[in-house]
């Protein structure tokens, strides 16, 4: 009985032993997972906290800039936001000072190496960064319909642009065109040069002949006495010396009858060329309308066709040889053929004419032996049949010219001069002369005044939105000509920083010259229209281009100075609606003779003209414009642009230090941290769990962008 006793009480060790391997292996289970869930929370903490940190540290932007212009950057270096990063953390991690116990913090995270991995300044990504800023900003400050109305006010200003741009192109026919007149003109001139000599090759040849023949007559006659032989001789020699005399002009009139010849060659070759690249131009013109048909109104582009057409009639002339070119062409070279031909029949005679003159012989100190005078007849003889159904008559070209009274006062000169100096003190004599050249501008905004690529992988119509609302974005936050009265130009560097963000020069009065100009140019295609449309302007135009050219027999050179006068007009009209425009006056789009300010006589005194449209209240105004400037203008310039009148705004008003183009968009941080071993810290748990670190380490990575 006591030896059952023993056996049991070995038997409940076992047990005993057992249960505890199993409880140990129990404890270890439930610490691992109750370790794993704390690395898991303390993960997700470490997240929420990154959030919340870099929340608080975006939330101290740049207030003055928001304020004034409505966009969130920071204005922080990487040292700085890892500092701010640091204390946020801190705070929302290793918040167990909040209580009593110090020890409450079961998660017991602590920070160790912060880093920002990626920075986004503002010149990043080269500016498309803060222009989405900006778009995303407009897009919920302006309704849908504005935006539609803002685009329709571009489109309608497009068609000015693409009318000046079509009529630049006709402009750069006039030189292809020059070309073919000049060269006809050229052409003729030879023509009646060659007509004026008093006799033809031919002729001296029949004369020249007809000298030797008498001296071949003389040589003929018996001789009586030893007198009447010399008395031969003489006559033989006198004749002879008017024979080289008479050869001399042959050579000269043959010599200037080539030259003569060869210009017209020259010249119908430059004819020729000019007539087919003046085609090709104008096939570009019928293209370049074609693809604006969608843009301009029907009437104008028919108008414009109607010109297109016009021009390739005067060209088709050309190609149906009207001036008679290609004709004469052939006959030239004909005729230079021939004389090439017999300039080398006349070899053996000019070699035995320069014997005879470096011997200083005459006919009756020569060889009686030799026969000088049939060898010069024969050779003379082949020479003559090479001309002999040859006539200079045949060379003609239908092209008269009457000469006129040409105008002393030259309106066209009088415009150029004007366009290249003297056109903005007409537009306004008020202008600022301030400047921002005491400003040190940002750095780093080179790439972005360059960057052609903005949005440009969006849709035509996405861009046009966003295009359009980054327009009215300027206009809303910036000042320009017309705002003048509102200023407080004693706090403003510039008066004009539309035009700046436009214009990009240093000061107010190449800023505003740059978007005059651009606005003169397109109002000059509305003004066109007007002019095109109205035949009494057209037939006025006409006459003076009669006067200007001073000739009356250059159809293409009329025409193209009739056209070169209404540019001139409308330019010089389109002056006086850009000052009605800076007076803050409107402006129609399309004008009828009521609207019409300028008569051709009244350009020469353009400096005294007063504004006609004082009292208009329709049409676009000056920032109409400006709205649609911003909307074809380059997107990286105007947004470089824009950062530059913030820096400029901001150096002014609060801090001269400011820097936008080391302002921060946006980041990327990591946070590596460390969480002390709590639930499987014991030996036995380690071991069983392989991994003796005293250490759990975890980190978290989050992009942050406003």
């Known amino acids: 009985m006591k030896k059952d006793i023993n056996l049991l009480s070995d ?4 047990i005993t032993i057992f249960l505890s391997l199993i409880m140990l292996f129990i404890f270890a289970l439930l610490g691992t997972l109750i ?7 303390a993960n997700v903490r470490l997240t929420q906290s990154t959030r919340i940190s870099l929340n608080s540290v975006f939330s101290e932007f740049a207030e003055e800039v928001f304020r004034d212009y409505g966009i969130f950057i920071l ?3 990487e040292s700085e936001i890892i500092e701010e990063i640091n204390k946020y953390l801190n705070k929302n991690i290793n918040y167990k000072d909040d209580f009593i116990k110090k020890n409450s913090d079961l998660l017991g995270i602590k920070i160790g190496k912060i880093e920002i991995t990626d920075i986004k300044y503002v010149s990043n990504n080269r500016g498309e960064d803060l222009a989405d800023q900006i778009y995303e900003y407009m897009k919920y400050r302006i309704a849908g319909d504005a935006v539609n109305l803002l685009l329709d006010k571009c489109n309608l200003l497009s068609q000015g642009e693409k009318i000046q741009e079509f009529f ?9 065109f020059n070309e073919i007149e000049e060269s006809v003109a050229d052409i003729k001139k030879k023509v009646d040069q060659i007509k004026e000599m008093a006799v033809q090759p031919k002729e001296y040849l029949a004369e020249l002949k007809e000298k030797l023949n008498y001296i071949q007559q003389i040589d003929r006659e018996p001789v009586s006495s030893e007198d009447e032989s010399g008395q031969r001789s003489v006559k033989k020699d006198q004749i002879f010396e008017e024979f080289k005399e008479l050869y001399t002009v042959y050579k000269d009139n043959c010599n200037s009858l080539s030259n003569c010849l060869a210009e017209i060659k020259s010249k119908t070759d430059i004819y020729d ?8 131009l104008i096939q570009k013109l019928y293209v370049d309308l074609e693809n604006k048909k969608e843009v301009i109104d029907t009437e104008a582009y028919e108008i414009l066709k109607n010109e297109v057409r016009a021009l390739e009639a005067q060209v088709s002339d050309q190609n149906i040889d009207a001036y008679r070119v290609k004709v004469n062409a052939s006959y030239v070279t004909d005729y230079f053929n021939k004389m090439q031909l017999a300039s080398e029949k006349m070899t053996q005679i000019n ?4 014997g005879i003159l470096y011997n200083n012989l005459m006919f009756s100190q020569l060889d009686a032996n030799i026969d000088y005078t049939g060898c010069f007849l024969s050779e003379l003889e082949e020479v003559r049949l090479i001309y002999e159904n040859f006539d200079i008559k045949n060379l003609e070209i239908n092209y008269f010219v009457e000469e006129t009274k040409k105008s002393e006062d030259n309106l066209l000169e009088y415009i150029k001069r004007i366009m290249s100096d003297g056109w903005l003190t007409i537009i306004t004599e008020d202008i600022s002369e301030k400047t921002v050249e005491d400003f040190q501008l940002s750095e780093n905004l080179a790439e972005v005044r360059s960057n052609t690529t903005i949005w440009k992988d969006l849709s035509y119509t996405e861009q046009s939105i966003r295009k359009a609302l980054m327009g009215q974005y300027v206009l809303d936050f910036f000042h320009c000509y017309t705002d003048k009265n509102e200023i407080n130009k004693a706090n403003g560097i510039l008066d004009y920083e539309i035009e700046y963000i436009l214009g990009g020069f240093q000061n107010d009065k190449e800023n505003l010259s740059y978007v005059g100009k651009r606005i003169v140019l397109i109002r000059e295609g509305f003004n066109l229209i007007y002019l095109f449309k109205n035949a009494a302007c057209r037939k006025e135009a006409y006459m003076l281009a009669v006067t200007l050219v001073g000739f009356t027999g250059m159809p293409l050179v009329i025409r193209l100075t009739q056209l070169l006068v209404l540019g001139a007009w409308a330019y010089a009209e389109s002056l006086m609606d850009t000052r009605d425009l800076l007076n803050g006056y409107g402006v129609k789009l399309f004008k009828s003779e009521s609207d019409w300010n300028l008569s051709l006589d009244s350009i020469w005194r353009i400096f005294d003209q007063n504004s006609k449209n004082k009292n208009s209240n329709t049409g676009l105004t000056y920032k109409d414009y400006l709205r649609f400037l911003l ?8 947004t470089a642009g824009i950062m530059d009148m913030v820096q400029i705004n901001i150096n002014n008003r609060y801090n001269d230090s400011f820097d936008i183009g080391r302002c921060v968009l946006g980041i990327t941080v990591k946070i590596e941290c460390r969480v002390n071993r709590l639930f499987t810290s014991l030996a036995f748990v380690k071991k069983l769990i392989s991994d003796r670190s005293s ?8 992009i942050y962008c406003y």
């Open 11 to 14: 038997f409940n060790g076992g």
């Open 35 to 41: 370790e794993s869930a704390r690395v898991s929370a």
């Open 75 to 77: 204005w922080k270096d």
């Open 168 to 176: 630049d192109k006709v402009n750069d026919c006039s030189e292809k």
């Open 273 to 280: 060329q000019a007539v087919r690249e003046s085609a090709e």
């Open 351 to 354: 070699n035995n004419m320069n």
């Open 631 to 638: 909307f074809i203008e380059n997107t990286g310039k105007q």
């Open 695 to 702: 250490i759990f380490e975890i980190s978290s990575e989050i």
